[in-house]
């Protein structure tokens, strides 16, 4: 219970260098086409894998290495509106840190926010307890960045003793 209710008042905070994917590959698919009609030949395409945190979450088909490089950006966009429950789950379970795969051994809570620019946010305008969790080999954050950094993290939230 007492895990519930830390889960209902806390909100997990994205890095700020955080990206939606980990992992792009792009691949040639060869694929032999049968007709009676035009005849039977091979064809090649190309197919994209969208991962994150290791979990391959997307995957689109296009019709050459060309097509899908041109539609790689627009394919990021409609992927993350909206994103998934399955990538939201990874996002809680696996460590913060860009590009690493393991799954979370330790939950800080954040004393301060910031904006991507590094400018503190005024305590009266942050309305919820945020917190972010990191693997064994992240858990040490460092002290060069005003919202990443060891000193603006406690292991208990706001309230608890």
Not at 9 to 32: S, Y
Not at 48 to 59: I, P, R, T
């Amino acid at each position: 219970m007492a895990k519930e209710q830390e889960q209902e008042r806390t909100h997990n905070r994205r890095l700020h260098g955080w990206e939606p994917f980990d992992h792009i590959e792009i691949a040639l698919v060869p694929r032999f086409k049968q007709s009676s009609l035009s005849g039977s030949t091979w064809r090649v395409g190309a197919v994209a894998k969208f991962s994150f945190k290791g979990v391959v979450l997307h995957e689109i088909h296009f019709g050459s290495m060309r097509a899908a490089l041109e539609r790689l950006s627009p394919a990021i966009d409609e992927l993350c509106s909206p994103i998934s429950d399955l990538h939201l789950a990874l996002d809680e379970e696996r460590c913060a840190q860009p590009g690493c795969k393991q799954v979370a051994v330790m939950r800080f809570f954040l004393q301060r926010l910031t904006a991507p620019d590094g400018t503190l946010l005024d305590p009266a305008d942050v309305h919820f307890q945020y917190s972010r969790c990191f693997c064994a080999d992240h858990v040490r954050r460092g002290d060069a960045d005003r919202e990443d950094c060891e000193s603006n993290y406690t292991t208990s939230a706001k309230g608890e003793a």
